[in-house]
């Protein structure tokens, strides 16, 4: 009870559970940053080779262990084959192994119950979507290694599409116009970070506004941030912002001071 806020980054169920705690105590301030399944749309006018790599790095970084990793990558049809080539090519070409030797670039999930997630998400993807990446596999002694994985053509009402994987898996899937896409990048209940590719300066600013996320990316994906700017989530994402000049509001309380003062 001397608690007074509470701050968590984590997982949607545990901060439900700390929501549900600060209710029944003396409804402390709770600050959560918690889950997301990050869409990242690609327009026909786009940087190809840029969106290739950049997607590709922001879901194999920390193994795909980052709530802001863009999970969902969402491709105009047009440059959607090119795209997907791409993609593969440089998420396969990762070398797993002991993530303090500077030759390695892809280090293994955290533990045994996270590779156990994982894999059960892989094979209810196999059986609603198309894999063109990834193999089966059992751990190493070594570690929990997760392949790169990738899935195409998988079901917009899917599991694998709505809840947050937290490993190397990426779901590609296609779109023909502006307003078919943003209705696919908002259908979640997660709202940490999305992003957009395109040389359209007005479309982007349009993308922006539309998308149902704390930060937007223009040209840009996650893990690109600015540490002096608010970070935080829409919906199941999260209560709140973070960051160097927004953090310490969370401790603080805003106070009004009425005085009335008398006429000399």
């Given amino acids: 009870m001397d608690v007074r806020v509470l701050t968590f980054t984590g997982s949607g169920r ?7 705690a600060s209710a029944k105590s003396n409804l402390k301030n709770v600050i959560l940053e918690l889950g997301g399944k990050s ?9 190809i080779d840029q969106a290739a790599a950049e997607t590709q790095h922001s879901i194999q970084w920390n193994s795909g262990q980052v709530c802001m990793a863009n999970s969902r990558i969402y491709v105009q049809e047009g440059v959607a084959e090119q795209f997907i080539k791409l993609f593969k090519e440089k998420f396969e070409a990762v070398v797993a192994g002991d993530p303090t030797d500077k030759a390695t670039n892809h280090g293994p999930q955290a533990d045994e119950a996270q590779y156990n997630s994982i894999r059960a998400y892989i094979e209810a993807g196999k059986a609603s979507g198309k894999r063109i990446l990834g193999i089966d596999h ?24 709505k ?7 990426v779901h590609i899937n296609t779109f023909k116009t502006e307003d078919e896409v943003v209705h696919k990048a908002n259908d979640t209940e997660f709202g940490l970070y999305a992003s957009v590719y395109t040389a359209n300066v007005d479309r982007a600013l349009r993308m922006v506004k539309a998308l149902e996320a704390g930060s937007v990316g223009v040209n840009c994906t996650s893990p690109s941030g600015a540490k002096d700017m608010p970070f935080g989530g829409y919906k199941a994402s999260g209560i709140g912002r973070e960051g160097y000049t927004v953090s310490m509001d969370n401790f603080l309380e805003t ?3 009425l005085m009335k003062i008398k006429n000399a």
Avoid: C, N, W
């Fill in 255 to 257: 106070k009004t001071v």
């Fill in 163 to 169: 809840e947050e994987i937290f490993g190397p898996v």
């Fill in 14 to 20: 545990t901060g439900r559970l700390i929501q549900a």
């Fill in 138 to 161: 059992t751990p190493t002694p070594s570690g929990y290694f997760i392949h790169p994985t990738i899935f195409v053509e998988t079901p917009e009402d899917a599991t694998v599409m």
């Fill in 39 to 47: 869409p990242a749309v690609i327009f026909d006018d786009a940087d």
